[in-house]
Nanobody, 120 residues
Framework: QVKLVESGGGLVQAGGSLRLSCAAS????????MGWFRQAPGKEREFVAA????????KYADSVKGRFTISRDNAKNTVYLQMNSLKPEDTAVYSC?????????????WGQGTQVTVSS
């Protein structure tokens, strides 16, 4: 079992930056792939970025590629999402999730989410 707690959301102007953090409990964090997802009002939840258990591989949605960077610190049981050049369409609740299978498809554990609002 892994408990995930996100932080770092807030209100930012377009073009600004935010860094989200996802702190995990449990000794197995370092063996799980981790992902970030977001859900805007009235829309389906969508994939944002994911990172392998070692941090050696990552993948991004086309909409954030080149602007967002996912990283992790296994010593701190934390995964990060650095978001630069933010746009109003990035406004959403951002959640992190853990994938014990490491195939970027089966996310079993989820955080409660943190709100990101980008003003124009």
């Amino acid at each position: 079992q892994v408990k995930l707690v996100e932080s770092g959301g807030g209100l930012v102007q377009a073009g600004g930056s935010l860094r989200l953090s996802c702190a995990a409990s449990g000794r197995t964090f370092s063996t799980y792939a981790m992902g970030w997802f977001r859900q805007a009002p009235g829309k389906e939840r969508e994939f944002v970025a994911a990172i392998s258990w070692s941090g050696g591989n990552s993948k991004y949605a086309d909409s954030v590629k080149g602007r967002f960077t996912i990283s992790r610190d296994n010593a701190k049981n934390t995964v990060y999402l650095q978001m630069n050049s933010l746009k109003p369409e990035d406004t959403a609740v951002y959640s992190c999730a853990a994938d014990p299978t490491n195939n970027y498809r089966v996310y079993l554990f989820w955080g409660q989410g943190t709100q990101v609002t980008v003003s124009s």
